[in-house]
């Protein structure tokens, strides 16, 4: 059973325009969702997260938006940049910290020049 | 050496080898962990350390044996493994309690021929 789903494996998007990832969940305990970026050979490296009191969180060009009710949240990058070209995992975590966090399948974003 | 260290980067084993693979954190966290990243599925937790006590095991196969000898330090010994084992192998470490997630090392990409 998958706890946290992305169901884009990939997603491509001009350079300039506005990328938007998504991620959605199915277990309500979970109170803390992560954003991470992954680069081929590299680990995956920690963008942006966002606690269950808040329903935005802002960082340059990087905004997470989490719909509670939903179970939904969305990861907006703008002006999305080549360099922005990686796979991005959504996790989450059911204690407020970074215990054990579950992770989706990732969605593979490719930015065109 | 700052972050998280993972080797060896590249492995390739047959079936009935022996071999290890070795991450070190240089952060002064208190929390380790192993993940499994196989195409298309999502990162699987395999093993959490906390203060150097194995905190979880979520079924992993005993072909696969952790070890924590320091909070700094974790090894994942192998042996007998099988073809469907080949995977990235993701080491993290974590400060239990602070909101900044995991961070990661490069990973091991093993081969089980």
């Known amino acids: 059973d998958q706890q946290v789903k992305q169901n884009s494996p990939s997603l491509s998007v001009q350079e300039g325009r506005i990328s938007i990832l998504n991620c959605d969940y199915t277990n309500s305990m979970f109170d803390y969702f992560l954003w991470y970026k992954k680069y081929p050979a590299e680990g995956p490296t920690f963008l942006i997260s966002i606690s269950s009191i808040k329903d935005k969180n802002e960082d340059g060009r990087f905004t997470v938006f989490l719909n509670k009710s939903a179970k939904h949240l969305s990861l907006h990058i703008v002006p999305s940049q080549p360099g922005d070209s990686a796979v991005y995992f959504c996790a989450a975590s059911a204690l407020f910290g970074n215990e054990k966090l579950t992770f989706g399948t990732g969605t593979r974003l490719t930015i065109i020049p | 050496e700052t972050g998280v260290t993972q080797t060896p980067r590249h492995l390739v084993m047959g079936m009935t080898n022996k071999k290890s693979l070795k991450c070190e954190q240089h952060?002064?966290?208190?929390?380790m962990y192993w993940y499994k990243q196989s195409a298309k599925k999502p990162l699987e937790l395999m093993f959490v350390?906390?203060?150097?006590?194995?905190?979880e095991n979520n079924s992993v196969p005993s072909r696969f044996s952790p070890e924590c000898p320091n909070s700094s330090h974790l090894f994942l010994h192998l042996h007998t493994l099988q073809p469907e084992d080949s995977a990235l192998y993701l080491c993290?470490?974590?400060?239990?309690?602070?909101?900044?997630?995991?961070?990661f090392g490069s990973g091991t990409r093993l081969t089980v021929v």
């Open positions: 952060l002064g966290h208190n929390a």
């Open positions: 993290a470490s974590s400060q239990a309690g602070q909101n900044y997630g995991y961070t």
């Open positions: 350390y906390s203060l150097e006590e194995r905190v």
